[in-house]
């Protein structure tokens, strides 16, 4: 902390102000939209939930996949929101009427503008390229990352990147690379042009990596391994630069999120069913939120607001939501 | 961003076709600034914006007055306007982001090439070249036009004051001549038919200097390099001529203001600016085919100006050479056996995008050569065996380089996970611009009759699969020609079910690349119809598409011809 150009100011704890049960079974994944007017949460039930970011009332609810989803990505203009389901297919959908209509959009309208087929197995991970948004890149449990073209639906590439079910893919903030990480212990750059592998940023075994992500600035890392560990990594020397613990993360592969609203932290659920909030420099846990009743799969910063959404697992099924006192 | 992991030394030249582009019948293209999208303009009238990262289309602007052939496109400095020319004698203007007509304005000639100028992100003046007369300044607001002085009396009189009475004072027709505006728009460099190069104040449109080309013949093309450093023209004697611009690239137009106004004590005006010109170009090599003296179609520079770029004019022949700044031939390219009429070398890649008769854009890159050591970040690739030497301590219980390994991380070290550096390749963007570097895609609606698993497979299979079949032959196919005998009825079920989402008319394929290309080359002094079985499918597709080409080679030669009349001689 020494280094730190000015002192953090004293932190202000979360607390939840609204929970809400909009699927009928687990949440896997709750996600902002950039604009921040829509909060989309995915479930084991294969429906994905558009809600109020204030109010967690539904919007809409988008129905289509055949089995579970796992991943939501929304287009930087908020246009768009890709997901990921276990039907192996990913589904783009055109999110401007609710954007446009507010809460007067047919909440049962058929919103799918574009299946994208080509994965062998479960789809696990789907991410759009933040600079065109035509551009998507996915992976999953046929151990290939694949990069699509969102306005055609054509599979531009498939690379045969793990050995094992690819957990995550997610692009740089200028859309060059992608950074993929798998259940085969490795963590992988990409060029997300030519399909070539750049680095191989962590080339372990054991323990799998669960989760992997740029930093805002492109110049770092998050990965999450299932040795209860999330690091912040330079990927162009593999070095990692911060650890953060505490949390318990055996199992599953639990999405991490960067507030950097307030604070700056790193947010990330856990399998003991709480919310961890680690200071991005001090890497000391601020604030666990208990109120969960499984674990929580996924979190998701409000790109404007001190707002913490997170979802849990079966045995809870809510979407809970937090906000920073001010 | 990614500097630290992309190696910087991963070659300058594009190697092979690795793609082609499809959509209609596309005539000329241009680069926006950035190289993120194509431009193309069609002999349909429309123009096409291609999504260069992603090969996909991500725009079309068509109009029911624009039906004319596309002569050229011109973006302005940020993206926000695309300028076409056309055969029907117009200039349209297109909003980018809109899809908006802005302007259009009927000349007295067909502009041949037509480019917005330079300086401003809202550009209305732009500069045509029509096809016989003097290049125009043109106002597309107004439609007010300026001819531009093409030449300087030689017997000491100033240049007339008025060049619109150029048409009267008993000069020769005059034959296109080719223009160029300066980095900033300040200038304009023009090339005409005695082989001198003016440079012209394009705000007073007076003649600040000549430059003499040697051999003294036609100029056909005059082209800057995209930093304003370097001026390349092309001549009749079939040389590309490389100059030094000396002159600043910002505030050209005073220092030139300047180098016109300090002395003046020469015979003649025309000696005078014949001395402006010695300090604004030096001549830095001369390029040229020594061997079969061929023309030069569409010279250009690379991205950063450190390759000349050239390209045969010979009917039926696609190959480029590439030249560095010393004068040195360093690469041929050969693609198919169609003509080439337009090509453009991306801003920052080493990639070269070219424009055949048949109406199909091919992206030339770099091979991909698979970094192996990028999987393994333990290994380093070496080029020849080494001689391992064992470290002192490689084998200790407890070796010390790696505990003091462990102590150079400082976790409390600050980390700042927010501010980014802006892109110092195109360091002179303004802030206040906001520059329109790509589309939104609009994903259009799954078509139904799409069939499941439609993927190309894994890139490394791609790269020799045939898959995707010759362009020639889905051009017959889609063209509503007859197939060439020689295509299997396999192969015409792969080219038509090809990619029926993709829309009827534009398509994007990957090509098969350096096996195809070698099987192509060694295929070329056969006989159309020869077809070698054993070769396997690749042989089928050169074979099939020398006979397509073949067998639409008249109407190929027509369009050729009237191309390359306009531009050699007239």
């Known amino acids: 902390m020494s280094q730190q150009p000015a002192p953090p100011p004293p932190y202000r704890p979360y607390r939840q102000v609204r929970t809400a049960t909009p699927h009928s079974r687990a949440v896997s994944c709750v996600r902002f939209s950039p604009c921040g007017r829509v909060l989309a949460t995915a479930s084991l039930d294969g429906t994905i939930a558009l809600l109020s970011p204030s109010s967690l009332a539904v919007i809409a609810v988008l129905r289509g996949h055949t089995d579970g989803v796992s991943d939501l990505s929304w287009s930087t203009d908020s246009f768009y929101l890709c997901s990921a389901s276990d039907d192996r297919t990913i589904r783009i959908w055109d999110i401007r009427s609710v954007l446009a209509g507010g809460a007067q959009a047919d909440p049962g309208a058929d919103r799918c503008v574009r299946v994208l087929r080509g994965h062998t197995n479960f789809v696990f991970t789907a991410n759009f390229n933040p600079q065109t948004s035509s551009q998507i890149a996915s992976g999953g449990f046929d151990c290939t990352v694949r990069i699509w073209d969102a306005k055609s639906g054509r599979c531009a590439r498939t690379i045969d990147a793990h050995s094992e079910p690819v957990t995550s893919v997610h692009f740089i903030r200028d859309g060059s690379i992608i950074v993929s990480g798998s259940h085969d212990g490795s963590c992988k750059i990409w060029d997300a042009k030519t399909g070539a592998c750049l680095k191989t940023v962590i080339d372990d075994k054991k323990p799998a990596v669960s989760f992997a992500m740029f930093s805002p600035n492109g110049k770092f890392i998050l990965v999450a391994a299932l040795d209860d560990s999330l690091k912040l990594c330079n990927f162009a020397t593999g070095k990692f630069l911060k650890v953060y613990g505490g949390h318990v993360n055996r199992v599953y592969c639990i999405q991490s999120a960067f507030s950097v609203t307030n604070g700056k932290y790193i947010v990330s659920g856990s399998e003991d069913n709480c919310v961890y909030i680690w200071d991005l420099q001090g890497r000391n846990i601020l604030q666990k939120l208990e109120g969960h009743t499984d674990t929580v799969i996924s979190v998701s910063c409000h790109p404007t607001e001190n707002k913490i959404a997170s979802g849990g697992l079966d045995n809870d099924k809510t979407l809970r939501l937090w906000v920073q006192d001010s | ?570």
Not at chain 2, 200 to 211: F, G
Not at chain 2, 436 to 451: M, N, R, V, W
Not at chain 2, 485 to 514: C, I, Q, W
Request: charge should be negative.
């Open chain 2, 1 to 570: 961003m990614n500097a630290p992991i992309v190696d910087p030394y991963q070659g300058e030249f594009p190697e092979t076709i690795e793609e082609y582009l499809h959509h209609g019948t596309m005539k000329c293209i241009a680069f926006n600034r950035t190289g993120t999208l194509l431009a193309a303009g069609c002999s349909n009238g429309s123009c096409v914006i291609w999504d260069f990262e992603t090969r996909g289309l991500a725009r079309e602007f068509c109009d029911k007055d624009c039906t004319a052939p596309i002569t050229s496109v011109s973006w302005s400095k940020y993206g926000h306007r695309l300028l076409a020319s056309a055969t029907d004698k117009s200039l349209t203007l297109w909003d980018v982001s809109t899809g908006e007509k802005i302007a259009r304005i009927t000349l007295q000639q067909t502009p041949l090439r037509a480019s917005l100028q330079p300086g401003s992100p809202t550009p209305s003046i732009c500069l045509a070249c029509p096809l016989s007369s003097a290049p125009l300044l043109v106002d597309l607001n107004t439609g007010s036009t300026t001819v531009l002085p093409v030449s300087v009396s030689e017997n000491g009189n100033p240049p007339a004051p008025n060049p619109r009475n150029k048409f009267a004072d008993g000069t020769p027709p005059f034959t296109p001549t080719a223009a160029t505006f300066d980095k900033h728009g300040d200038l304009i460099y023009v090339g005409n038919s005695k082989g001198e190069i003016l440079i012209v104040d394009s705000k007073s449109i007076q003649v600040h200097a000549v430059i003499l080309i040697p051999g003294g013949t036609v100029v056909k093309d005059i082209v800057l390099s995209r930093d304003g450093q370097y001026l390349l023209t092309n001549s009749n004697d079939r040389v590309i001529r490389v100059y030094k611009n000396i002159l600043p690239v910002k505030s050209s137009r005073e220092e030139i203001r300047n180098i016109s106004t300090n002395c003046n004590d020469y015979a003649s005006h025309y000696d005078k600016l014949k001395a402006n010109g010695a300090s604004c170009l030096i001549l830095s090599c001369e390029l040229s085919d020594a061997i079969s003296k061929i023309q030069w179609k569409a010279p250009c520079f690379s991205g950063n100006g450190e390759w000349i770029l050239g390209a045969s004019a010979n009917k039926g022949e696609h190959r480029l050479q590439i030249w560095n700044q010393a004068g040195r031939l360093v690469k041929i390219l050969e693609g198919p056996k169609e003509a080439l009429i337009d090509l453009a070398w991306h801003p920052v890649e080493p990639t070269i995008v070219t424009v055949s008769v048949t109406g199909y854009v091919y992206i030339w890159a770099k091979e991909h050569v698979e970094n192996w050591s990028a999987f393994a970040p333990d290994f380093v690739e070496l080029e020849e065996n080494e001689e391992y030497v064992e470290r002192e301590d490689e084998f200790d219980l407890n070796p010390r380089e790696e505990m003091a390994e462990e102590l150079e991380i400082d976790e409390n070290a600050y980390v700042d996970i927010e501010t980014y550096e802006k892109n110092a390749m195109f360091s002179d963007v303004e802030d206040s611009v906001a520059e329109i570097t790509f589309l939104p895609a609009i994903p259009s609606p799954d078509a139904p009759d799409e069939q499941p698993e439609k993927c190309l497979g894994s890139s490394s299979k791609l790269e020799d699969s045939n898959h995707s079949g010759s362009p020639s032959s889905m051009d017959a196919v889609q063209n509503g020609q007859t197939i060439p005998p020689a295509s299997s009825p396999m192969e015409v079920d792969n080219s038509t079910a090809e990619d029926p989402a993709e829309g009827p008319n534009s398509k994007r394929k990957r090509r098969l690349s350096v096996k195809g290309l070698e099987m192509q080359q060694s295929e070329k002094g056969k006989k159309p119809g020869t077809k070698n079985k054993s070769n396997g499918k690749s042989t089928k597709f050169s074979a099939k598409q020398m006979e397509s080409a073949n067998g639409n080679s008249s109407a190929f030669d027509d369009e050729a011809t009237e191309d390359d009349e306009v531009n050699i001689d007239c």
